[in-house]
Each structure stands twice: as C-alpha cells, then as structure tokens.
C-alpha cells in the first residue's frame, strides 16, 4: 500500500459509529437543540417571566416536569416564585436560580423562603413562544 494512502476501515471498526448515528437519528431534535446555562436568556431572579432556552422545551401542546428547589423569594404580588432549583435533565438545564411565575396563586400560601419544594412545572408552547409555569408545588 502506497505512504499516503488511508487504510481501508473495516466493519469491525465502523460498528460503533453506525450504532451511534442510528441512537441520535432516534431521540427528538428539542433537546439536543437546547442551550446551555449562558443562553437560558435571564431569569436569576429578575425580570417577568422564566426564559430559558427556547428549544429546550419538549414537543407538544404542552408539558410537565417535576423538579426540586429551594425558595429565594416570593414575589410580593404573590404571582411568582424565585427558585434555586435542581438541574433539570429534561431541559437540558443546569441548576440554576430563576424566577416562575405560578399558575393559581394560593400554592404560595404559607411558603417561606428557605423551604425545600418539590413542583410541578408546566412548560406550554414551543421555540421562542415556549413558557414555564409552576402548576403545583408542595414543601419537602
């Protein structure tokens, strides 16, 4: 075989890249799309309303996930929440500190910050018209 010439693969060897490629060609495209961290676009605890990662939120009318956190603080109109909560998997988020919104505002009711929770968190729409709801949250 001359120098310069690669040397033929053989099946042996391509199994594994043909086994992945068929893995990845399986999964739905929203999560792979999503962003990390650093393009989750706000959140931390200010402005109006969780904007993470447009293509992180899963396919369908709408969505829900439970996730865990701890309470940073509650909004004083008692329509929103900001959370330090666990990464999300699902979304491809890591934990981080953001504010939800929450859909019936009674499940605020004696909630103090510091409390370790466990919500349900209702994720409606898709892309950049996407939003993330708490629909039902209880303390741990």
């Known amino acids: 075989m001359p120098k310069n010439t690669p ?6 060897a391509l199994i594994p890249s043909l086994a992945m490629a068929l893995l990845l060609a ?27 990662p447009a293509a992180a939120a899963p396919a369908g009318p ?12 509650i909004d ?4 929103a929440v900001v959370l330090d909560h666990e990464a999300i998997p ?7 500190t953001m504010r939800f919104p929450v859909e019936d505002p009674t499940l605020l009711e004696g ?4 409390d370790e929770i466990r919500f349900d968190l209702r994720i409606t729409g898709t892309g950049p018209d996407a939003a993330y709801a708490i629909a039902d949250l209880e303390v741990e």
Do not use: I, N
């Not at 709408?62 to 865990?68: C, I, N, P, S």
């Open 7 to 12: 040397s033929p693969l053989s099946a042996a």
């Open 26 to 52: 399986s999964l739905p495209a929203a999560p792979l799309l999503a962003q990390g961290h650093a393009g989750h676009g706000g959140g931390h605890g200010r402005g109006d309303a969780a904007r993470p």
């Open 62 to 73: 709408a969505a829900v996930l439970v996730a865990r956190g701890v309470v940073k603080e």
């Open 76 to 79: 004083a109109a008692g329509t």
């Open 90 to 96: 699902a979304l491809r988020w890591e934990g981080m």
């Open 111 to 114: 909630l103090r910050e510091g």
